[in-house]
């Protein structure tokens, strides 16, 4: 190991935990980008305590102060988009615009939530009776156990930490262990935005260890948690035996629906856009592309032609378009789910290959299949990974129908001129977020973000909605004394 591990962040002190992890480049596999320190149950349990004794003070201090400094956060996370991009890209492997882009809306969410600061009083009502005053007032929750995934590491802990912070709640932070390099530069940004010591914790570590302690810990009001469905169910199930807050970002599985009527380019934009950037890792990629019979064909071949030019590669190559897999675990659960595609008789219709770059890391070409069974694990299961299927529909109806035939609702497209089909569509999806003519992907920060049925649990993230979560109400009726 060369240098000193980069430390977690406890009580306002940085201090070392009780092993190191290396964090490596998946677009080279040779550049080893740090090593970063590995808290304890116990170091975790410590964090808590510190947040618990921490929380009076900042629930009471001035939104004024609150906002100061996550304002300021802000601001360094803006002037920092092109280092902190560049660091993004390198160990997560989406490609420089899309990881700059994510620094971008880091900061605007930093500065969303500082305003939100402002606007957390509740609300008057006039009393029943005559005589007595009746206000709903909402107050933070207390520590709040942020636990985020490795597809988007600085948005997704910033659209946690901030309302938490925000709203008066006390912090601790637990990022996903395959990108504590973004993690760790946010942390250092919010130690230097002078919040009291205790507010915001940083611990690095796994999910046994650290998640484990977050989630167990009777200090811990509420966790705030994105990741996959079934650690999302195991996380909410402890949570709710000990009657703790929950807010659950969890899987996808998502359809983009193309009707005769759509324009060709536009469709197959969109299902390029929403299936494979970012290497298809994000949980509103959509992975089902449900195409009417009219259209089918011709879909088909443009989606395949364009997909096989794609380049795949370096993240912080300016050519490339798909940058590698995360983590060799993910990218063998890929191939396994290819490999057992073409065994259950559905056709490759373009990549699904091993893609040789300048340095060896997880790459892997963007997969189109056909003639997939809307019963196989390709239709049903979250693959995670630059993979799609195309299933073939009779018509708007059938289309509706196979859409929402499905344990996932977090997002669903349609592609159409047809405004009444695209009515109905919106309407009757059973997804939590819908894309009219646009990728399934990719959603403004300042609305909310919220999925059905296996998707989602709790309030929703982002916008004013969040507050749902970080606050809890208090209603105080008061008569003449
Ligand atoms: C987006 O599509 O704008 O983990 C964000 C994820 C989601 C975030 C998607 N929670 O991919």
Redo the contacts with the bound molecule.
Sequence with gaps: MTGNPFPNYISGTWVCGNNVAANINPSDLDDTIGYYAQASALQTAEAIECAAAAFPKWRAISPLVRFEALDRIGSELLARVDEMGDMLAREEGKTLPEAKAEVHRAGHLFKYFAAEAYRTNGEMYQSLREGVSLKVVREPIGVVGVIT?W??PLA?PAWKIAPALAYGNTVVFKPAELVPASAWMLSDIIARAGLPAGVFNFVMGTGGDVGGAIVAHPDVSGVTF?GSTPVGRKIGAALFARGAKMQL?MGGKNPLVVLDDADLDLAVHCAIQGSYYSTGQ???ASSRLIVTAGIYEKFVERLSASVKKLKVGDARVSTTQIGPVVSKAQLVQDKKYIKEAIADGATLAAGGNDVTSTTPGYYLSPAVFTDVSPKSALVRDEIFGPIAAVLRVSDYDAALESANDCEFGLSAGIVSRDTAKIDHFSQNSEAGMIQINLPT???DFHAP?TGRKGSSYGAPEKGSYTREFFTAAKVVHEGRG
Excluded: K, L
């Design positions: 995934p597809n988007f997704i994105t970002e994000r949980c509103t992907a990719g959603m973000f």
